[in-house]
């Protein structure tokens, strides 16, 4: 059963009707490869996925998210600025993504780029610079790769056959028949909205729980785009649309021109970071605070 936009309840959310000044920009032209061609992956690009599939299950992402929540609030853990946490993720190199060996510094760079020439507001532009930050949670949590990067997808509910190396998630001790994880609904209300699921625990919750504990002047769509950018069975599929509220599916636009910026801006051509820098760092002045805990 679909669900249309206007038979969910309004929400208070205020929607920045976002558009690039040169849209097109982002659309590969011609392409020069296929992007997230998961049947010819790495075997570490599976490997990555069948673990994320078999362990995220909903206690696990519970007790992550509330340990997160616990450390951010007390302020215990290690605090940064953006930059030093940019410079910590140049050694980082995603195991879970196909189309690139570049570090997370070179690919802030290149999305923020690519938002930048697109003709997206500057609050774009920063989002897209530090969505992937996420990902030192690795070292902060001593997590693997499993539990930070790659796809995300609901836990408390059946998986949507959308997701990525779906059938992996026969080995997920939630999804068996008879559990109530395993029912269309699970845990949850229909259209409830994303900001009150549960989703498998990674680095778009992690780096958005530092944000909202910090004094960011982000706006609240950055802050959203960031927490559900891996959310790829949604905005590239439309799963999951009957747990989705008004603003998810008004958002669902600007996460698909957020995601373009993310995905199609991967390649091996470096951007000239001594040029860029000092650009950057006024932008990341401009809407965080100069530290923050994580
Ligand atoms: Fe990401
Ligand atoms: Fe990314």
Redo the contacts with the bound molecule.
């Keep these: 059963m679909s669900t249309s936009v206007s038979s969910i309840p309004d929400s208070n959310f205020e929607f920045n009707n976002l558009k690039s000044s040169e849209e097109s920009t982002l659309d590969p032209p011609i392409k020069k490869k296929e992007f997230r061609s998961y049947s010819d992956a790495s075997s570490t690009v599976k490997n990555t996925y069948h673990l994320n599939h078999t362990k995220q299950t909903f206690d696990y992402v519970k007790n992550k998210k509330s340990n997160l929540v616990q450390r951010l609030s007390s302020k215990s853990g290690p605090c940064h600025s953006i930059w030093e946490v940019l410079g910590i993720m140049d050694s980082f190199v995603d195991e879970s993504d196909p189309d690139t060996n570049q570090s997370q510094m070179v690919h802030a760079i290149q999305c923020a780029e690519a938002a930048r020439v697109s003709g997206y507001p500057e609050w774009f532009q920063v989002s897209l610079l530090i969505?992937?930050l996420g990902k030192y949670m690795g070292i902060v949590e001593q997590l693997d790769q499993w539990s930070v990067v790659g796809d995300i997808f609901v836990v408390g509910a059946e998986p949507a056959n959308q997701v990525v190396y779906y059938e992996f998630f026969n080995e997920n001790p939630d999804f068996v028949s008879g559990s109530i994880y395993n029912t269309k609904l699970g845990v949850y209300e229909e259209n409830c909205g994303f900001e009150n699921l549960h989703l498998s625990y990674g680095?778009?919750e992690y780096l958005y729980q530092v944000l909202k504990h910090s004094d960011t002047k982000l706006p609240e769509e950055g802050l959203y785009l960031i927490r559900f950018?891996?959310f790829y069975p949604w905005h590239r599929d439309f799963a999951y649309q009957h747990f989705a509220s008004k603003k998810d599916f008004e958002m669902r636009e600007m996460l698909q021109n957020f995601s373009k910026c993310?995905l199609y801006s991967k390649s091996d051509d470096k951007p000239d970071f001594d040029a860029l820098k000092t650009h950057y760092q006024e932008l990341i002045s401009k809407y965080f605070p100069s530290k923050l805990y994580w």
């Design positions: 969505h992937d680095h778009d950018h891996s993310d």
